[in-house]
């Protein structure tokens, strides 16, 4: 692949079998061994005393690691270059940032020079590492940045991203003199992709293929954010163990995560010569401690020691890409932002003007489009559900809204539509993606972007990356051997939606949340200066009691209840109440019509059915889709006969003191709005004492009740009351909270005298 990490999540102990499910799970950062470039030395602080050696020390220092073990660290390396060692450790608390430290060994008489690098862990521990500093060295470590000054001028005066790719591969290779060096990003998946190359001329080119994040395994991934440069000398190379294996102390295996001389896993090694490399370095690039990217390098033609110092130069110019990519992405995410944001602020200032709809202010010029990029979008507010461009069918919609419910939080998002709802079949032209956005009751705003068709160039079928080998008795994972350029059509998925998206989304909502709010407290106020105006001045009766209550539903919704008491033109009484379906000011709308012209039809003398007949009649032509039902009772005060019509109204109660109440059976007509309803009237008598109590299901409806047991709590409170005021009604059945509006109107007959 491209040098960095794939596989290494393989590293297996000698003699452990090395297959399928170990691989994935060995912690890469204790292998026990070191590359043998350099040796280790495992100090206890303060008293600075060996504790644990590589196996390889005699080879570079001349001390058999058996007997350097528990010995002060002078008897091992000599008194000179120990107290170089002991200032060095005690003079810096970060002795990263001050690595390396020019040390020099007597070894067999000879002075031996070493860059000594030293990491300070838990419990007292210091790790010395010494890699042989006697080979070519193109600058000392304290010109570090004269070496990649230019560089680092043509990183920060070059805007374009691709640009500061290439700048980077080619300054680190002509730094480091690897045959290859390649830039590396991934993508939200952690799939890479090579974005830019400086390379032999003889080479074929990687630049543009991409390697599955499997490559490159999440705890590899975890290392390389924690130790930002990793060599392998020599893919050849031999590990040299850690003698003793666990620290005689701690007991514990030794952490090699800040360990240049770290031993790699023997499956990473296998990997790297399917690929012809000898030898390879990787730098990450880090935002926000986010491994993002590698600068991977390869070298063919044998083992490649770059020196430390040209190593650590290496590092600085990964950490000024890192810094200038990151400037370059905060800037055009900046930009982008404040386009965004002026965009939202123009839908915040169309939302609060009322005189039109909340969807339509959504929907104008700028719309929801321009605020998130996608192929279509629905918006369901107060009216019916309204889009924009390309949508899926209404059922997938609601579908997809259900989903978006049951996930958490108030904004859902997928990118791979079939994927997370296959049962809808939307087609990929249509939507691979939605980003939704829940709100209360029911309404809802829901973007829809469509697949995303691409073509990827991957380094080899990543399928394919690793075949299981049988030998003897354990199995081993082979990477893959192929590299060849292997071509794929990704579909089924649509563009990601981004972080920043979703916050525009997240905002959004409490846009549109405060805009229904203050145009329900709006409605409102209008709402109930038009249900007070319409609530009648009941006629004075001189022997007959009449009154009437009106409560709307909790949380002060508005509905569509209303009642009426008229004397028409013979002479009798006519008592009317009625409920239109819906709230807020489309029913209160819708009522106060229906009220007036049933009055008005009253008024003229026509007999009750025709009346409601009329009535229904009006609704049918100039009221589409409105419902409601009506009772209407005409009464003669001199004798108490009475006839009624109920369209499909709960049927009114007859109250005599001491006695059940009684429900008085008229005939059901069908409701006001059905088309050529023919109402029926039914006659019935109010005896004397008795009282005629007509109400709305609001008055009985419960959450999880049967309307039949509301009926029954009711009839127990009016035999209760005896003579019931329409007050004394609702207190008797009120139980703290009203789902729906609730309306009484009482009629008492007096006592024969």
Not at 187 to 210: I, S
Not at 704 to 721: I, K, P, Q, T
């Given at each position: 692949?491209?040098?960095?990490?794939?596989?290494?999540?393989?590293?297996?102990?000698?003699?452990?079998?090395?297959?399928?499910?170990?691989?994935?799970?060995?912690?890469?950062?204790?292998?026990?061994?070191?590359?043998?470039?350099?040796?280790?030395?495992?100090?206890?602080?303060?008293?600075?005393?060996?504790?644990?050696?590589?196996?390889?020390?005699?080879?570079?220092?001349?001390?058999?690691?058996?007997?350097?073990?528990?010995?002060?660290?002078?008897?091992?390396?000599?008194?000179?270059?120990?107290?170089?060692?002991?200032?060095?450790?005690?003079?810096?608390?970060?002795?990263?940032?001050?690595?390396?430290?020019?040390?020099?060994?007597?070894?067999?008489?000879?002075?031996?020079?070493?860059?000594?690098?030293?990491?300070?862990?838990?419990?007292?521990?210091?790790?010395?590492?010494?890699?042989?500093?006697?080979?070519?060295?193109?600058?000392?470590?304290?010109?570090?940045?004269?070496?990649?000054?230019?560089?680092?001028?043509?990183?920060n005066n070059t805007a374009e991203i691709a640009e500061l790719y290439d700048i980077a591969a080619r300054s680190v290779r002509e730094l480091t003199g690897f045959d290859r060096v390649m830039v590396y990003r991934y993508d939200d998946d952690y799939n890479g992709e090579v974005v830019a190359e400086a390379k032999r001329d003889d080479l074929n080119p990687f630049l543009g293929l991409h390697y599955?994040?499997?490559?490159?395994?999440?705890?590899?991934?975890?290392?390389?954010?924690?130790?930002?440069?990793?060599?392998?000398?020599?893919?050849?190379?031999?590990?040299?163990?850690?003698?003793?294996?666990?620290?005689?102390?701690?007991?514990?295996?030794?952490?090699?995560?800040?360990?240049?001389?770290?031993?790699?896993?023997?499956?990473?090694?296998?990997?790297?010569?399917?690929?012809?490399?000898?030898?390879?370095?990787?730098?990450?690039?880090?935002?926000?401690?986010?491994?993002?990217?590698?600068?991977?390098?390869?070298?063919?033609?044998?083992?490649?020691?770059?020196?430390?110092?040209?190593?650590?130069?290496?590092?600085?110019?990964?950490?000024?890409?890192?810094?200038?990519?990151?400037?370059?992405?905060?800037?055009?995410?900046?930009?982008?932002?404040?386009?965004?944001?002026?965009?939202?602020?123009?839908?915040?200032?169309?939302?609060?003007?009322?005189?039109?709809?909340?969807?339509?202010?959504?929907?104008?010029?700028?719309?929801?489009?321009?605020?998130?990029?996608?192929?279509?979008?629905?918006?369901?507010?107060?009216?019916?559900?309204?889009?924009?461009?390309?949508?899926?069918?209404?059922?997938?919609?609601?579908?997809?809204?259900?989903?978006?419910?049951?996930?958490?939080?108030?904004?859902?998002?997928?990118?791979?539509?079939?994927?997370?709802?296959?049962?809808?079949?939307?087609?990929?032209?249509?939507?691979?993606?939605?980003?939704?956005?829940?709100?209360?009751?029911?309404?809802?705003?829901?973007?829809?972007?469509?697949?995303?068709?691409?073509?990827?160039?991957?380094?080899?079928?990543?399928?394919?990356?690793?075949?299981?080998?049988?030998?003897?008795?354990?199995?081993?994972?082979?990477?893959?051997?192929?590299?060849?350029?292997?071509?794929?059509?990704?579909?089924?998925?649509?563009?990601?939606?981004?972080?920043?998206?979703?916050?525009?989304?997240?905002?959004?909502?409490?846009?549109?949340?405060?805009?229904?709010?203050?145009?329900?407290?709006?409605?409102?106020?209008?709402?109930?200066?038009?249900?007070?105006?319409?609530?009648?001045?009941?006629?004075?009766?001189?022997?007959?009691?009449?009154?009437?209550?009106?409560?709307?539903?909790?949380?002060?919704?508005?509905?569509?209840?209303?009642?009426?008491?008229?004397?028409?033109?013979?002479?009798?009484?006519?008592?009317?109440?009625?409920?239109?379906?819906?709230?807020?000011?489309?029913?209160?709308?819708?009522?106060?019509?229906?009220?007036?012209?049933?009055?008005?039809?009253?008024?003229?003398?026509?007999?009750?059915?025709?009346?409601?007949?009329?009535?229904?009649?009006?609704?049918?032509?100039?009221?589409?889709?409105?419902?409601?039902?009506?009772?209407?009772?005409?009464?003669?005060?001199?004798?108490?006969?009475?006839?009624?019509?109920?369209?499909?109204?709960?049927?009114?109660?007859?109250?005599?003191?001491?006695?059940?109440?009684?429900?008085?059976?008229?005939?059901?007509?069908?409701?006001?709005?059905?088309?050529?309803?023919?109402?029926?009237?039914?006659?019935?008598?109010?005896?004397?004492?008795?009282?005629?109590?007509?109400?709305?299901?609001?008055?009985?409806?419960?959450?999880?009740?049967?309307?039949?047991?509301?009926?029954?709590?009711?009839?127990?409170?009016?035999?209760?009351?005896?003579?019931?005021?329409?007050?004394?009604?609702?207190?008797?059945?009120?139980?703290?909270?009203?789902?729906?509006?609730?309306?009484?109107?009482?009629?008492?007959?007096?006592?024969?005298?």
């Amino acid at each position: 692949m491209t040098g960095a990490d794939p596989a290494e999540e393989g590293f297996v102990a000698p003699g452990v079998p090395i297959d399928l499910d170990n691989c994935a799970r060995e912690p890469i950062h204790i292998p026990g061994s070191i590359q043998p470039r350099g040796v280790l030395l495992v100090v206890r602080e303060p008293e600075l005393t060996v504790q644990q050696v590589s196996a390889n020390l005699a080879d570079h220092v001349g001390v058999a690691a058996e007997d350097a073990l528990e010995r002060p660290l002078a008897e091992v390396l000599g008194v000179a270059a120990a107290t170089d060692i002991s200032r060095f450790a005690a003079s810096f608390a970060d002795l990263r940032a001050r690595n390396p430290l020019d040390v020099t060994l007597d070894v067999a008489g000879r002075a031996v020079q070493f860059d000594g690098i030293l990491h300070r862990e838990p419990h007292g521990v210091l790790l010395v590492e010494l890699e042989p500093a006697d080979g070519p060295r193109p600058f000392s470590f304290p010109n570090t940045y004269q070496a990649v000054r230019s560089a680092v001028a043509e990183l920060n005066n070059t805007a374009e991203i691709a640009e500061l790719y290439d700048i980077a591969a080619r300054s680190v290779r002509e730094l480091t003199g690897f045959d290859r060096v390649m830039v590396y990003r991934y993508d939200d998946d952690y799939n890479g992709e090579v974005v830019a190359e400086a390379k032999r001329d003889d080479l074929n080119p990687f630049l543009g293929l991409h390697y599955p994040a499997s490559d490159i395994p999440a705890q590899a991934r975890a290392l390389y954010e924690r130790n930002w440069l990793r060599l392998i000398s020599d893919v050849d190379y031999t590990p040299s163990p850690v003698v003793p294996t666990r620290n005689p102390v701690t007991g514990a295996q030794l952490d090699l995560t800040h360990a240049t001389l770290r031993s790699v896993s023997p499956i990473h090694v296998e990997y790297l010569r399917n690929m012809g490399v000898g030898a390879s370095m990787s730098i990450s690039l880090l935002r926000d401690g986010r491994l993002w990217g590698l600068i991977a390098c390869h070298h063919y033609s044998g083992p490649h020691t770059p020196p430390y110092g040209t190593r650590a130069a290496a590092e600085f110019l990964g950490s000024t890409l890192s810094l200038r990519l990151v400037d370059r992405v905060d800037e055009e995410r900046y930009r982008a932002r404040l386009e965004r944001q002026a965009v939202l602020a123009k839908l915040t200032a169309a939302t609060v003007d009322e005189r039109d709809s909340l969807a339509s202010a959504l929907l104008g010029a700028p719309d929801l489009l321009d605020l998130v990029t996608a192929d279509g979008v629905v918006v369901q507010l107060n009216d019916a559900p309204r889009s924009r461009r390309t949508v899926p069918d209404p059922d997938a919609v609601e579908a997809l809204v259900r989903w978006a419910r049951e996930s958490p939080g108030a904004v859902a998002s997928t990118d791979r539509l079939a994927e997370t709802l296959p049962e809808l079949a939307v087609p990929g032209d249509v939507a691979c993606g939605a980003l939704v956005v829940t709100l209360p009751d029911e309404r809802y705003v829901a973007w829809f972007r469509a697949e995303a068709r691409r073509s990827v160039d991957w380094g080899g079928d990543p399928y394919n990356k690793a075949i299981a080998v049988q030998e003897g008795d354990s199995v081993r994972l082979s990477p893959r051997k192929s590299f060849e350029r292997w071509s794929e059509i990704v579909r089924g998925r649509a563009q990601a939606w981004t972080v920043d998206e979703l916050d525009l989304a997240d905002r959004l909502r409490r846009v549109v949340v405060e805009a229904l709010f203050q145009r329900a407290r709006s409605e409102l106020r209008l709402a109930e200066t038009l249900q007070r105006n319409l609530q009648p001045k009941l006629p004075v009766l001189t022997d007959w009691q009449l009154t009437a209550h009106y409560e709307p539903a909790e949380g002060g919704r508005i509905g569509g209840d209303w009642c009426d008491a008229l004397t028409v033109p013979d002479g009798r009484l006519v008592t009317v109440l009625g409920d239109v379906a819906g709230h807020g000011i489309p029913a209160a709308g819708t009522m106060a019509q229906l009220c007036n012209a049933l009055r008005a039809y009253l008024f003229e003398g026509l007999p009750v059915v025709d009346a409601v007949a009329r009535t229904n009649e009006f609704a049918v032509r100039l009221l589409p889709g409105a419902f409601a039902t009506v009772t209407v009772v005409a009464i003669d005060l001199g004798t108490g006969e009475a006839e009624g019509v109920s369209a499909g109204h709960p049927l009114p109660y007859l109250v005599r003191p001491g006695a059940e109440a009684a429900t008085v059976e008229l005939a059901i007509s069908p409701p006001l709005g059905v088309r050529d309803a023919r109402p029926v009237t039914t006659a019935f008598t109010i005896a004397p004492g008795e009282s005629l109590v007509l109400f709305s299901d609001g008055l009985i409806e419960r959450r999880d009740e049967a309307l039949d047991e509301g009926r029954r709590r009711l009839a127990e409170a009016l035999a209760g009351l005896g003579t019931p005021t329409a007050r004394d009604v609702r207190a008797a059945v009120a139980n703290g909270h009203t789902q729906d509006d609730a309306t009484v109107v009482a009629l008492r007959r007096p006592v024969a005298g």
